[in-house]
């Protein structure tokens, strides 16, 4: 038998072991697909691919093979993602408003293969969730320029859902009217609260008078109805092409770094994270009414060495003058450690909940 027949035998037997690998690696990757749509985790993630890249590199001991073999596992874990994608493809994903809003556009990003579901509050987003008509929800938590979201704060403290993902997106707010319409024929300006608060210098320096609207692309889809060149809103410019409205000024924001963060919320924790000093962790609690009590907190959180990168408070609805917190930290909260922390600072809480452990 010939060198290249015996080459060919080899080849054939190899191919055969390859196809029986890709079904168990399609398996598992399924099975992840699946821990992530339970948890309400995006299909990409680029700092695993590149560790898995790194672990598998080692594996090649012939170095004329590295690109190849780069080449091979990167092809491979595209493959993967896509099956992923079309197990995903049931997932429904729940928003504050219509297409085009800020948390429309996120949830695309996000979860691009999804079905996406539009609800005319944060509450109802929030609570499709927990009645299982969702899977998971993109809410609004805080804003470079305006600061927190305070109904979606007062929704992550006395609510059941948890947060398995942060993730920041760049907002720039553009001033649209109907077809035709010049500034000078503006007289008001529709949008959500945080979207005026967030154009108020440009709204006062033009004298403009301000009406609220629930939502961004809801004002732009209400000045498209109107057909009021007197109305203008302010939304994205996804929402000017969505509902046919001009551009009449771009960037409108006081702020260039004019940032939203958006909060991934699901019925079941994300167990994979929390083990690394990187991973982030949400604390929400109330302090017992004792002198010193939040001291008494803020001092375990340097003690057991977590980085904490903000503290929020809000008043409670119920409660005259009583306050809970909202902490973001960083460090690994599942090890020995974060149970000694949470044990200890449970002490000075009247309530503590461990709200969201994510990378």
């Known amino acids: 038998m010939s060198n290249i027949e015996n080459a060919r035998i080899r080849i054939n037997e190899i191919d055969r072991e390859m196809a029986r690998l890709f079904c168990e690696r399609m398996d598992a990757a399924a099975e992840v697909a699946e821990y992530k749509r339970d948890h309400g985790m995006p299909i990409l993630d680029r700092e695993r691919e590149e560790k898995l890249i790194q672990k598998n590199m080692s594996y090649i001991t012939d170095d004329s093979l590295t690109d190849f073999y780069t080449n091979f596992i990167r092809s491979t874990i595209d493959i993967s993602k896509n099956y992923q994608r079309r197990i995903l493809e049931g997932m429904k994903v729940a928003y504050c408003g219509t297409e085009g809003a800020f948390a429309y556009l996120v949830a ?69 009217a109907v077809e035709g ?60 092409k969505r509902y046919g409205l ?8 006081e702020s260039r770094n004019n940032t939203t963060k958006f909060a991934v919320v699901s019925r079941s924790e994300n167990m994979n994270v929390g083990y690394s000093p ?9 302090v017992s009414n004792e002198v010193g009590s939040l001291a008494k907190v803020m001092n375990e959180i340097t003690r057991h060495g977590f980085n904490m990168s903000a503290i929020h408070s809000r008043p409670m609805k119920d409660l005259l003058w009583k306050y809970y917190f909202l902490v973001e930290a960083e460090g690994a909260i599942r090890t020995e450690n974060g149970k000694q922390f949470l044990a200890t600072i449970s002490q000075s809480c009247d309530k503590l909940r461990l709200a969201g452990v994510y990378a």
């Open 108 to 176: 695309e990003k996000i979860f691009e293969s999804a079905e996406k579901m539009p609800f005319e509050s944060f509450s109802k987003a929030y609570e499709s969730v927990v009645e299982g008509v969702c899977d998971v929800a993109v809410l609004p938590v805080e804003n470079s320029y305006a600061g927190d979201v305070g109904q979606v704060s007062d929704l992550l403290f006395s609510g059941s859902l948890y947060v398995t993902g942060m993730y920041d997106f760049p907002v720039s707010h553009n001033l649209l």
């Open 181 to 240: 319409a010049k500034k000078s024929d503006i007289k008001t300006v529709v949008s959500h609260p945080q979207a005026l608060s967030q154009c108020s210098e440009y709204i006062t320096r033009n004298g403009f008078s301000r009406m609220q609207y629930e939502n961004t692309a809801f004002a732009a889809r209400f000045v498209a109805e109107n057909k009021d060149p007197s109305i203008a809103a302010i939304a994205s410019e996804d929402s000017a």
């Open 246 to 253: 001009s551009v009449i000024d771009r960037q409108i924001n």
């Open 278 to 286: 990187s991973d982030r962790f949400l604390l929400l609690f109330t």
